[in-house]
């Protein structure tokens, strides 16, 4: 099948824009791997993870609600994190996929660990990547953002933030290629979606996740230096933690090649 784009409802208000790469030969296959993308992305954010998964798992890349070729959100809608749990739940019970492993960076890594702890039945196994556990850090951030998209668009918020969110490691063209994807983003998705960003705090359910659990952060993250990010993760029962040099907080795209075949590594451990 190779890859395809497939739209599914999960509300009345939202159908989910859902990439899926498949090239597995059907006497070796492992479980699905589910990927979750941060704010202003999309599933392309994991493009460059797709060869190290798809020869041997289906991999399953959605458009969070309001985000790339999914339904667009209008800056008055409520979004609830539970919400967008729900809304992948839904989404695999539509795909017929039972148990998967999950992948998340940025808030995607957040919402890949909420799952992990209240669906523990539907996950083999999480990568949180350069992901924060609370984002209530966010609460001055997240209003000038949101002011500063309503005056002047996307792209220049997207263009003003790059430097945080990527750091310094990425040549011109790259930093073009995730300007270009984030600026596709709608601004009322963004009214509506930073409105929740600050809200969003999984901290209390870390100790409940009881699946093999893998953290990779950097260690210059602008999200939380190594020893706040330890601090959390060891929390979490049997987790594990990987630290790789470098100023981005954004590590599943800045280091994707390196990041993606350490997620692979550790669910072939945990799935033998």
């Not at 020869?55 to 409520?78: A, E, I, K, N, W």
């Not at 669906?119 to 984002?135: C, E, T």
């Not at 310094?168 to 009214?191: F, G, H, N, R, V």
Request: glycine share 8%; with cysteine; charged share 25%.
């Amino acid at each position: 099948m190779a890859s395809e784009l497939r739209k599914i409802g999960v509300s009345e208000d939202c159908e989910l824009a859902v990439r899926i790469d498949d090239y597995l030969l059907p006497w070796d296959v492992k479980p699905p791997v589910v990927m979750l993308h941060g704010l202003a992305e999309s599933g392309e954010a994991f493009r460059r993870w797709v060869p190290y998964f798809a020869t041997h798992h289906l991999v399953v890349r959605p458009d969070l609600r309001g985000y790339g070729d999914s339904t667009p959100m209008q800056g008055d809608y409520v979004y609830r994190f539970a919400g967008l749990g729900d809304d992948i739940i839904r989404m695999l019970d539509a795909m017929k996929l039972d148990r998967v492993f999950l992948v998340g960076g940025k808030i995607g890594g957040t919402l890949a660990m909420h799952l992990t702890a209240k669906h523990p039945d539907r996950v083999i196994a999480v990568a949180a990547v350069g992901a924060p556990a609370s984002l209530t850090s966010f609460n001055e951030r997240a209003p000038t953002w949101r002011k500063q998209i309503r005056e002047q668009g996307v792209e220049p918020w997207v263009r003003e933030t790059t430097a945080g969110r990527l750091g310094s490691s990425l040549p011109p063209a790259a930093l073009d290629w995730w300007i270009k994807l984030m600026s596709k983003t709608k601004a009322s998705t963004l009214e509506a979606f930073l409105q929740m960003v600050p809200t969003v705090d999984v901290t209390g359910e870390l100790p409940s996740i009881k699946r093999p659990t893998l953290v990779i952060t950097t260690t210059g993250s602008g999200l939380g230096d190594v020893a706040s990010v330890k601090a959390w993760q060891e929390t979490i029962p049997g987790s594990k933690l990987e630290v790789l040099p470098g100023d981005s907080y954004h590590v599943a795209a800045t280091d994707p090649d390196v990041c993606a075949q350490k997620v692979r590594a550790f669910f072939d451990r945990v799935a033998t």
